[in-house]
């Protein structure tokens, strides 16, 4: 089996979460980082073949096979790819790179030889949209399908059965789905050190009970994996805050390239055009000079908004 670990990770948490399943389910692995496919900037795993080392985030290890691209299709293929085109597999072409065009969806092709892990955060609880356009864009060959979504400490709501759903759609059978609580990336006080110690032992119990699902994999090819959810998703709510850049700002461009939204200019990287903003955070994640924040009053609001859903530890939910 070929192993795909593919990620939307604005503030880098559901990475770190994916990894460690990917860690456990699989030697080594394929990895896709959708987080600014098609962005204005640099290319999702540009300067590195795929399936290299990562950030050197904490819990990262050497991963994939360096140097040895997956066999995965990677093409720069528009959204309207005819359906004919897409139960193929060809090889790879080493240097293979995501497309850097806005206009253009990535097509991913899996066989049934295949295992496709994926982790996304969730936004309103939902499926970040930006997520949910290039997921759309993958396609399955009944091929398995290892769930993973992140959330602040708050709920997950339906962004699990939305993922579920949608990739079913396309190809894949869902045989593992969990939903792990984390900081909230937008106010970090809630669920403040999470991943803690002991969500981090059950990420790696959920990951062992995927892999011996998948060892079994032929025989459970029927499954009907049930996850919670309403089917009636809720609405997604944007947040109509976005960070912005202080006086520190060298305009080194680093935000700009990689904005999920394009929503920083780079020929004006200390401006941002709020309205395309998702408020995914990750420009101030990414900014070396800590120059980009939301304004405190901004963050106030957030806290009080999210004080009474927030209180406690969530517990994980796991679907095996
Ligand atoms: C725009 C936005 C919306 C969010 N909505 C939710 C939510 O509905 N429920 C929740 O528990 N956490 C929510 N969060 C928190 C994130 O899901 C959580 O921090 C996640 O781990 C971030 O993952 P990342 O570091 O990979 O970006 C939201 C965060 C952002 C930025
Ligand atoms: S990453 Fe920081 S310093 Fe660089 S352009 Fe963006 S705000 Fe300015
Ligand atoms: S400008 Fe908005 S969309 Fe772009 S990285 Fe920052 S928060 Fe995310």
Redesign the pocket.
Known sequence: MDYYLLYF???????KVSQMIAETVAKTWTELDITNYGGCGELPNEGRPIGSQPDGLPGSQPLGQPGTPGDTQIDAEPDTQPDSQLGGRPNGQPGDQLPNRPDTQPSLTFGADDVLIIGI?????RVPPLALRTIKTLRGNATPAILLA????????DALLELKTTLQAQGFVAIAAAAFA?????VPKYGAGRPNAADIREIHEFAKQAGKKLATWEQASHVDLQVEGNPDYRPFQS?SMSPHANSHCIKCRTCAKSCPAQAIPLKNPKTRDKKAC????RCISVCPEKARSLHSYEKLVAQLSLAKQCQGEKPNALFL
């Open positions: 990770s604005p503030t880098f948490t559901t990475k955060p969730v936004h309103s609880g992140t959330f602040g400490n708050r709920h997950y709501d984390t900081e909230h990336s937008i947040i998702i408020t995914c955070l």
